[in-house]
């Protein structure tokens, strides 16, 4: 049997988060993990479940999420901006809420790339008099 769930991808520099919302009881699950264990700091889980808890959706739905590629911040920002879309899909209502704490806006930062010359992206070597 198929269960309905809600849909949503979160991107936040090369992190890439696929969360399937279903109706439970608050559980979230990450690459088949509890939360907990994925994103062990408080910090990084209260990111995580600030849609939930900003929408009142605390207990309404279980998370189950797929998440690759950058590092365990990213990975954590990319998880909260795919759960926001996957609660709009669930109800249109709550689009202005989540859009006051700027959750449903992809975070577009990313490193700027190295340029020859210069030892990081605008770090130029240092300059000798003599």
């Known amino acids: 049997m198929q269960q309905h769930y809600y849909y949503g991808t979160g991107k936040r520099k090369s992190a890439i988060a696929q969360v399937r919302l279903y109706p439970g009881e608050g559980g979230v699950v990450v690459n088949n993990k509890p939360a907990e264990e994925v994103f062990p700091w408080e910090s990084w889980h209260l990111l995580v479940l600030q849609p939930l808890k900003v929408t009142g959706m605390m ?72």
């Open 59 to 130: 207990d309404k739905f279980n998370v189950v999420a797929k998440v690759h590629g950058g590092g365990i911040v990213g990975q954590a920002a990319a998880l909260r901006h795919g759960i926001a879309r996957a609660l709009l899909v669930s109800d249109e209502g709550l689009r202005r809420t989540l859009r006051q704490y700027g959750l449903l806006t992809r975070d577009s930062r990313v490193k700027e790339s190295k340029k020859y010359g210069l030892k990081r992206a605008r770090r130029a070597p240092q300059y000798t008099k003599r």
